[in-house]
């Protein structure tokens, strides 16, 4: 929901290799009533016209029943080391549906990336805190890591109470990304970090989810007893 498929209507060919995400973080930590706070930032390289297009903004989407999210920081730097940065004026936040019909909370954040060309870095973060828990006491998290794209680095922390009894769950073709944990005072963060050289088709990929394929989260943290 960070990084834009890419599609035909943009003349983009699916799983080309029109970007390369150098850097993709995403830091979760989670508060003893079972609300959160989440940061993503990501730095991505813009190889072609068809890229440009699909960046011509960026969108986080956000649940605004539970959550509330705000964009810290858009930029876009040159090959030559110019540097242009994005004005909170043009950020939008507008209400989305996911289905024709079905009216939810869901609400998805548009920032315009200024003067993008062919060879541009585009770097921004976005952050998340949830305002209730819907469980109080108890929380539970789950991400896959990107495959549609070439990525150099991904990393995944998840900070966590250490005294509370926590299943953090890796999948099989992930076991290599799971980096261990450190325990800091009264805080336990779990960490994971892989990169994605050869990119997988996005209609494979859109495919699978459609058809009900899709295979388990590559990572899955929860207090519950019960997945």
């Known amino acids: 929901y960070i990084i834009p498929a890419f599609s035909s209507a943009a003349g983009a060919a699916p799983g080309s290799r029109d970007v390369v995400i150098e850097r993709a ?24 016209d068809a890229a440009v297009q699909q960046f011509a903004q960026v969108a986080y989407t ?13 930029e876009v730097q040159k090959p030559s080391g110019q540097v242009t940065r994005a004005g909170a004026a043009g950020v939008t936040d507008v209400s989305i549906q996911a289905l024709p019909n ?13 003067g993008l060309a062919p060879g541009d870095t585009i770097n921004y973060r976005f952050v ?43 999948a099989a073709a992930c076991k290599d990304a799971f980096a261990g944990s450190e325990e800091n005072g009264d805080r336990r963060v779990y960490r994971w970090k892989r990169s994605n050289p050869e990119p997988c088709l996005m209609t494979t990929l859109v495919e699978k989810a459609q058809e009900g394929r899709l295979d388990p989260p590559d990572v899955q943290v929860t207090t519950l007893r019960s997945w």
């Open 25 to 48: 973080d995403t830091t979760v930590r989670f508060a003893r009533d079972g609300t959160r706070s989440l940061q993503v930032a990501l730095r991505i390289k813009v190889l072609t």
């Open 128 to 170: 998340e805190h949830s305002t209730r828990a819907l469980v109080p006491g108890h929380f539970w998290f789950q991400h896959r890591f990107t495959t549609g794209a070439v990525v150099d680095s991904e990393s995944l922390a998840i900070d966590v109470p250490a005294d509370r009894a926590v299943e953090a769950r890796t």
């Open 102 to 114: 079905v009216f939810t909370d869901l609400r998805q954040m548009r920032v315009p990336v200024p």
């Open 62 to 74: 956000y649940d605004a029943y539970q959550t509330t999210a705000r964009f810290e920081h858009l």
